[in-house]
Structure formats: C-alpha cells, structure tokens
C-alpha cells in the first residue's frame, strides 16, 4: 500500500476517485490481460509515473479496496491501515474515497458472488378448479403461487436476470410446507436464543 503515495500526483481529486471506482469495476471481474494494460496505460498518463509504477499503484488501490470491502472500516480505520509514510490528507482523501463507495461496493460484491438462489418476491392466489378429467377434483380448492427468484451466477462477475417460478398446489401440500416452514422457524429461534 506504499505505492499510494503515487496518488499526490493526480491533477484532481477527482481523478484518485475515478482511479478507485475504475480499479474496482476491472477487477471486480476476471480481466483480459489488454484491459488490464489500457488501465496502467491510463494511470501512467493521468498520474504522470511509469507503468511498472501504475502497476504498484494498482496493487495498493486493490489492497485498500479488499481491506476496507471484508472489514467493514469506516473512515478512520482506512486511514489507520495506509502506511505512515503516505501524506496525511492523502490518507484522508483515499479514506473519503473508499468510504463513500463502500456500501455500492459491498453490494455489487455481494450480487456477483456464486449463491444459492434468492427470492425476491412471492405471490399467490386461491382459484376453484372448475373442470378436471377426473371428478374428484373438480371444484377443489387449489392454489397458484408465484416465486420470484434471482438465479445462481454462472460466471463470476454476472448477475442473471431474475425469473419467475409458478406453481399449483393442493391444501394438504400447503398444510404440509407451512409446518416444516414452521420447524425452520423454531429451529432458528433456538439457535437465536442460545447464541
């Protein structure tokens, strides 16, 4: 993290906030080694230092990005973590920066890694089934629910599209998910209240 002091030759703050959110958004995926050397390419012109330069200064921007990402810090914790040899507004600048984006970062970060699938929304409806092929069904109760759910990435980087699971179910089949759903639930208040 040494290498951020590389950051006092920006022209602008706006340029060290542009270098963070640009360093997150390439690595934030699996990047093609090209992108990666336009980045340099571009670090080197804007900050005004080599590319073997840019490359370490890359390196220090992902590892105050990562610290800050799976610690939780706020500001001043991120200005503890740079290094005592980098300026002390420039600590503070980089703390503004990450701390700022910390939560879009969180999120993003959260939406691309590999999960099970998660609901997004739920609905249903009660409907009488009017005709059947067999008698015994006709006129029972039935019910239509919908899942909204937001698949499992494939790739890393991805966020797929959500989509949309329809089902029909029976009373007895209802009646049967509610009381697991009700095994789950009490399950988790023992595990809340023991811990």
Known sequence: MEHLALLLNAPSKKAVDEAFVECFQLYSNVPASSLIEQFHAKLSSVFNVTK???GQLVSGIREIIRVALYSSMGADEVARVIPPSVDDRLKSLVAQIVTHHLGEWRDLALQTQPA???LLEFDWRADV???SHLLSRMAAPTLLVQL???PTPERAG???EPRSVVFETTRETLDTV???LGRIR???QAVRGSS
């Open 52 to 54: 073997e330069q840019a």
């Open 116 to 118: 099970f699938p998660r």
């Open 129 to 131: 089934k009017t005709s």
């Open 148 to 150: 909204k759910v937001q």
């Open 158 to 160: 991805a966020v797929p």
């Open 178 to 180: 509610l009381e697991r």
């Open 186 to 188: 009490d399950q988790l």
